[in-house]
């Protein structure tokens, strides 16, 4: 637990999954990559999806929701996926999906937008049936009409589901969604992601997306094939990472496998570095 202004954050261990390695890490040779994260006989690093609790001034805010429980036995097994632990993981903090206020979603690629439904006769119905749904208008247009490479992270069913949900916001750039709880938008993963950052102006913690979406990202060309614009993405984490060194602020990483947050420091070499890690 972590407390920041009036809101108590909690990191949620909601699903472990595995992606191919080359693709997590772009053009950085397995040689490299390997010593940081560990991979099975297959090249897959082995993920978390990590949804981000944050409650308090009668909130409870759910940042991304996982990949979920609407996958098929082949896809469970390409993706390694775990069952999902949702329901254990906010009965722990006494709550239940329906407890959910908000939900904000970073963008709705399969492993942010998944755990948001669940399969229902031949269909999906919605899991957090008392909230609000936050997404960029942007992320939202691509989802619809995903360019053929991220075709396959933007699941139809789920954007579909996504569509009709009744309670839907549908942001324009930067916004602060709550007191203390502000989105930041950036497009070098996907177009329209947004950061969610927390801050009391003494303590402050930014959920890193996919922009740095684990400890092993954080130098700063090691960035993902699945990117739609690499060097946007490298520009844009190159500012936040800076930022956030300069400012001593804490960086929560989704999809970690070890590692919730961390404060960051530069190395010997000037490299931004994580310093020291916290559970959140
Ligand atoms: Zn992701």
Do not use: C
């Amino acid at each position: 637990m972590m407390q920041i202004g009036d809101y108590r954050l909690h990191s949620l261990d909601l699903q472990d999954f595995a992606l191919d390695g080359g693709s997590m890490f772009g053009v950085v040779p397995k040689v490299m990559w390997e010593k940081l994260t560990p991979s099975d006989e297959l090249n897959r690093v082995m993920l978390k999806t990590r949804g981000l609790l944050i409650s308090g001034n009668g909130r409870h805010i759910l940042v991304d929701t996982g990949m979920g429980t609407a996958w098929s036995q082949k896809l469970r097994s390409i993706y390694r996926l775990s069952d999902f632990r949702l329901e254990t993981e906010l009965a722990n903090h006494g709550l239940t999906p329906e407890d959910i206020t908000d939900v904000i979603y970073t963008h709705l690629h399969f492993d942010h937008l998944g755990g948001a439904f669940r399969p229902a006769g031949d269909g999906l119905e919605p899991v957090f049936t008392g909230a609000r749904h936050y997404v960029q208008k942007e992320n939202y247009i691509s989802a619809r009409h995903p360019n053929l490479k991220e075709k396959v992270s933007y699941s139809a069913a789920f954007v579909d589901a996504f569509s009709r949900l009744s309670e839907v916001e549908l942001l324009d750039g930067p916004a602060e969604l709550f007191g203390g709880i502000e989105v930041l938008v950036s497009n070098g993963h996907t177009r329209g992601q947004q950061l969610v950052r927390i801050s009391d102006g003494v303590r402050t913690l930014v959920h890193g997306g996919d922009l740095v979406p684990s400890s092993a990202h954080l130098p700063l060309p090691w960035v993902m094939g699945f990117d739609v614009e690499p060097l946007t993405q490298i520009d844009e984490k190159t500012a936040l990472l800076i930022r956030m060194h300069e400012q001593g602020e804490l960086l929560f990483f989704a999809h970690d496998p070890f590692n919730e947050a961390a404060l960051l420091r530069r190395d010997e070499k000037g490299a931004i570095v994580a310093d020291r890690f916290f559970t959140v």
